[in-house]
């Protein structure tokens, strides 16, 4: 039973670049929460994906966007990339009705702006 | 003033040393979970608590509701223990909205 998956791992990018980030939800699990972490800090909620919908959202701008596939997987989008959104992307996914559970996190899409 | 403060930021320790990492958050919440980051990134739930106490193997997780804080405990440390752990909250059962703190660095010297 494959966990959470994250592509790619590794990702560098120039200032005003778009990069898109992917993420596989836990077998059986239907909703796909993602979140920032800078170097030193704590995760930072960006955004949480159900029923193909965008049902929570954090202090994040615009050019944080999002989509999830009908399979469950989810993408994470960012635009015109700034030097600080340099970070540790994760994913993590739940079903949806069953907060109080264990939560799963993938590995993490490292970005790099440059 | 962060929602959920841990402390210490670091810690070391020789190894079998007991040790505690604390959090404590302003906000009401339905549940704590303890996680386990090591270098890499990837992050491991280690405990859920909504109440109470929860133990697994040399790992003891408390938490207070009316004080608003929770502790983790490690018995026996081992340098393998060595990683950073994060304590983050979900601030509802309608939001599963979860605030992290800034995590405690542990290294664990043989």
């Known amino acids: 039973d494959a966990g959470v998956t994250q592509s790619p791992t590794h990702l560098i990018k120039t200032r005003g670049q778009q990069v898109t980030l992917r993420c596989s939800p836990k077998?059986?699990?239907?909703?796909v929460s993602w979140y920032q972490q800078a170097l030193g800090q704590g995760p930072q909620f960006i955004f949480q994906?159900?029923?193909?919908?965008?049902?929570q959202r954090g202090n994040f701008p615009d050019r944080f966007s999002g989509h999830q596939f009908p399979n469950y997987s989810s993408e994470l989008n960012v635009n015109a990339l700034l030097l600080g959104d340099s970070a540790l992307y994760l994913c993590?996914?739940?079903?949806?009705?069953?907060?109080?559970?264990?939560?799963?996190f993938g590995s993490g899409t490292q970005l790099s702006v440059l | 003033k962060n929602e959920v403060e841990q402390s210490p930021q670091n810690l070391t320790a020789q190894e079998g040393e007991f040790i505690t990492i604390n959090c404590s958050y302003s906000?009401?919440?339905?549940?704590l979970h303890w996680l386990q980051q090591h270098p890499g990134g990837g992050i491991v739930s280690l405990f859920m608590?909504?109440?109470g106490k929860k133990k697994h193997g040399r790992l003891i997780a408390t938490i207070n509701i009316q004080e608003k804080h929770s502790s983790l405990h490690i018995t026996a440390s081992h340098p393998r223990d060595s990683a950073v752990y994060i304590c983050?909250?979900?601030?509802?059962?309608?939001?599963?909205?979860?605030?992290f703190g800034t995590g405690t660095r542990l290294q664990v010297f043989p």
């Open positions: 993590a996914s739940s079903f949806r009705f069953r907060t109080n559970e264990k939560l799963f």
């Open positions: 077998s059986g699990h239907d909703t």
């Open positions: 994906y159900y029923e193909e919908e965008e049902r």
């Open positions: 906000v009401g919440i339905s549940a």
């Open positions: 608590l909504s109440s």
């Open positions: 983050a909250v979900l601030v509802s059962y309608n939001t599963d909205k979860l605030i």
